[in-house]
């Protein structure tokens, strides 16, 4: 197996462009797969990891519902935002600046094959780089992502997840607010789930902006640990 992941960090980029990315590195290990089954072969697949962000976009996963998004075209618009249809699970979401996403592209036959094991891995990668700044990052029940004081009227969502896997080769991945522009969420019922509100790292820490690449640094650095990978830098 192998557990080599390439990392690169994108930077500001736009949301089809980057889906565009993931599509090509999705079909590069699709391919060498196929042909491994073809020829009996067993050359090594890669793994990668996309660090990104993204200007002002809604995506709605294959099973949502477009009710959610609460703006028309003219106000998408107004707002400086884009929307898109595409072909993860969940339901609607938010990218912008301040928020750190990450998209690992992985062959899951090089780790585990349980697509609802590599979820609950990204969630605890989440929260335990959430735990190094002093925040108990929770999980919710039939909720997919990560979230605080789960069980309380005071329930917040801090990062939102969905995934595609074909062939146990996974795309898109997770959403964490670091800085995010909170009022964002406002124009959407987030991933259809109306009665919990959404949280920021750099809210929940009382200042006004967190470093970060130095989250990056520790999601990194926790997601190798719960992975057992080695992770390789790409360049930026």
């Keep these: 197996m192998n557990k080599e992941v390439f990392y690169k960090d994108l930077g ?29 072969r067993e050359d090594k697949t890669p793994n ?90 929770m999980r919710s029940d039939g909720e997919t992502g990560v979230w605080l004081d789960v069980g309380t009227p005071f329930a917040r969502k801090i990062c939102a997840m969905g995934v595609r896997a074909s062939r146990w080769i996974t795309m898109h991945g997770f959403a964490f607010n670091v800085n995010a522009d909170l009022g964002y969420f406002d124009n959407i019922i987030p991933c259809g789930i109306r009665d919990k509100a959404v949280t920021s790292l750099n809210v929940e820490l009382g200042v006004a902006k967190v470093d970060e690449a130095e989250v990056k640094q520790k999601l990194l650095k926790n997601f190798a640990k719960k992975f057992e990978a080695v992770m390789i830098s790409q360049g930026d």
């Design 12 to 40: 500001l980029k736009d949301y089809k462009v980057t889906w565009d990315y993931q599509e090509e590195l999705f079909k590069s290990v699709f391919d060498i797969k196929v042909s491994n089954r073809r020829q009996n």
């Design 48 to 137: 990668y990891f996309l660090y990104v962000e993204h200007p002002h976009v809604y995506t709605l996963g294959k099973s949502g519902d477009v009710s959610n998004l609460l703006l028309n075209e003219s106000q998408l618009a107004s707002k400086g935002a884009t929307f898109y249809k595409i072909n993860r699970g969940g339901d609607i979401t938010y990218h912008g600046p301040g928020q750190v996403v990450g998209y690992p592209i992985l062959d899951l036959e090089n780790f585990f094959t349980d697509i609802h094991k590599y979820l609950r891995f990204l969630e605890e990668t989440i929260i335990m780089t959430m735990d190094e700044y002093g925040l108990k990052g």
